[in-house]
């Protein structure tokens, strides 16, 4: 009974960071739809570990933890994806971020050099 509300705090706990988490996609209704759903079979698969078997034989899967392990496997398959697909537009981010530093800092330096370059007096200040 003690690890049953205990597994349920955590999932619960996570469950809620997660939704709470302000990521670029976490705002998303489906992802929160999603979460909420796998938080209230991770509840029941706690709370009635039998079931999970039931599901497991329903759907031509031999135990309960062979379903688990393959759910895992799933989710896991899934959130390298996610994070592999927000790396990327993180980096592509950078990059324009990068190449705006790099423009900015070469029309500044261009600014600074014209003036004594294109001196309209000459090179002595206009004496001479």
């Known amino acids: ?9 955590a999932i619960l706990v996570i469950g809620f960071l997660v939704i709470r988490n ?4 976490s705002h998303l209704a489906i ?4 979460l909420l759903g796998f938080v209230v079979a991770a509840v029941l ?3 009635f570990p039998q079931w999970l078997t039931w599901v497991a034989t329903l759907i031509g899967v031999g135990r309960g933890t062979d379903l688990l392990l393959y759910a ?8 390298i994806a996610t994070q592999y697909r927000a ?13 705006r530093i790099a423009l900015l800092e070469a029309r500044e ?3 600074r050099a014209e ?14």
């Open 1 to 9: 009974m003690l690890i049953q509300i205990l597994l349920i705090a």
């Open 22 to 25: 302000p990521g670029s996609d």
């Open 31 to 34: 992802r929160r739809l999603l």
């Open 45 to 47: 698969s706690v709370l």
């Open 72 to 79: 895992l496997v799933v989710v896991v398959l899934v959130f």
């Open 87 to 99: 790396n990327v537009e993180q980096n592509r981010r950078i990059t324009q971020l990068a190449r």
């Open 109 to 111: 330096s261009e600014s």
């Open 115 to 128: 003036p004594t370059r294109h001196s309209p007096d000459g090179p002595t200040g206009g004496q001479g």
